[in-house]
Nanobody, 125 residues
Framework: QVQLVESGGGLVQAGGSLRLSCAAS????????MAWFRQAPGKEREFVSG????????YYVDSVKGRFTISRDNAKNTVYPQMNSLKPEDTAVYSC??????????????????WGQGSQVTVSS
C-alpha cells in the first residue's frame, strides 16, 4: 500500500503562485507515473498534469499550459506542481495520484492505483 500526502495548498490572490507537493511512502516511487487532478465544487474531477515515471515527459490540460509546471524528485519520492499566474477558476481541491499501468490516457482516473487526500487551493479575484 502506498500513501500519498499532499501539502502546500492555501489561499492566494489572482496572478499569484503556489507550489504543491506530494510525498509518497514507497521505495518504488520511480516506477509510478504521477498526476494531479482537481475538483471544483459542483464539477467533475479533472486531470491537470502528469509526469512519466522517469520524468522524461510531462502532460497538461490546455487550461493550465504555460502556467503550471510539474516536476518530480525520485530521490525524495516527491512530485511538485508549480502553479503560476493563478486564476479564480483554478480554485479546487487538488489531489495527486499514482499509476503503474502505462499507455492509457492520463485523464483516465480509474487507472490510478493510489490517491492523496487532497489539498485545497483557493484563488481570490
Amino acid at each position: 500500500q502506498v500513501q500519498l500526502v499532499e501539502s502546500g495548498g492555501g489561499l492566494v490572490q489572482a496572478g499569484g503562485s503556489l507550489r504543491l507537493s506530494c510525498a509518497a511512502s514507497t521505495r518504488t516511487f520511480s516506477a509510478y507515473d504521477m498526476a494531479w487532478f482537481r475538483q471544483a465544487p459542483g464539477k467533475e474531477r479533472e486531470f491537470v498534469s502528469g509526469i512519466r515515471w522517469s520524468g522524461s515527459s510531462t502532460y497538461y490540460v490546455d487550461s493550465v499550459k504555460g502556467r503550471f509546471t510539474i516536476s518530480r524528485d525520485n530521490a525524495k519520492n516527491t512530485v511538485y506542481p508549480q502553479m503560476n499566474s493563478l486564476k479564480p477558476e483554478d480554485t479546487a481541491v487538488y489531489s495527486c495520484a499514482a499509476r503503474d499501468s502505462y499507455g492509457s490516457p492520463w485523464s483516465s482516473s480509474e487507472k490510478y492505483k493510489y490517491w492523496g487526500q487532497g489539498s485545497q487551493v483557493t484563488v481570490s479575484s
